[in-house]
């Protein structure tokens, strides 16, 4: 069983940047296609990116487009997420996942991803 184990989240003021990580341990996930997600209070939790097994299809959600960058490290079995130009509206809680076998392998929706970690806290003050 694959466990995942977020980390880098902070505070951080506007503008500023954070790279988080997601560790996974058990088994290998370089076979997988992992997703970025995030919570943000009273919020529907909301795709961020995602990346296929090999680091060669990637995908990111308009709202961070630009400024957020996915990417993986195989023999490290780990994922990251580089954050630059925080704003406050990217405060949330953010957690990684793996994709589910048999699901569409582009998929963004959260129910459709499993083994999910206990999330990072990020957090942009104004």
């Known amino acids: 069983q694959v466990q995942l184990v977020e980390s880098g989240g902070g505070t951080v003021q506007a503008g500023g940047s954070l790279r988080l990580s997601c560790a996974a341990s058990g088994r290998t996930i370089s076979s997988r296609t992992v997703g970025w997600f995030r919570q943000a209070p009273g919020k529907e939790q909301e795709f961020v990116a995602r990346?296929?097994?090999?680091?060669?299809?990637?995908e990111h959600a308009d709202a961070v487009k630009g400024r957020f960058t996915i990417s993986r490290d195989n023999a490290e079995n780990t994922v990251y997420l580089q954050m630059n130009s925080l704003k406050p509206e990217d405060t949330a809680v953010y957690s990684c996942?793996?994709?589910?076998?048999?699901?569409?392998?582009?998929?963004?929706?959260?129910?459709?991803?499993?083994?999910w970690g206990q999330g990072t806290q990020v957090t942009v003050s104004s």
């Open positions: 990346i296929n097994d090999d680091g060669e299809n990637m």
């Open positions: 996942a793996i994709l589910r076998y048999g699901s569409y392998r582009f998929s963004t929706r959260p129910d459709q991803y499993t083994n």
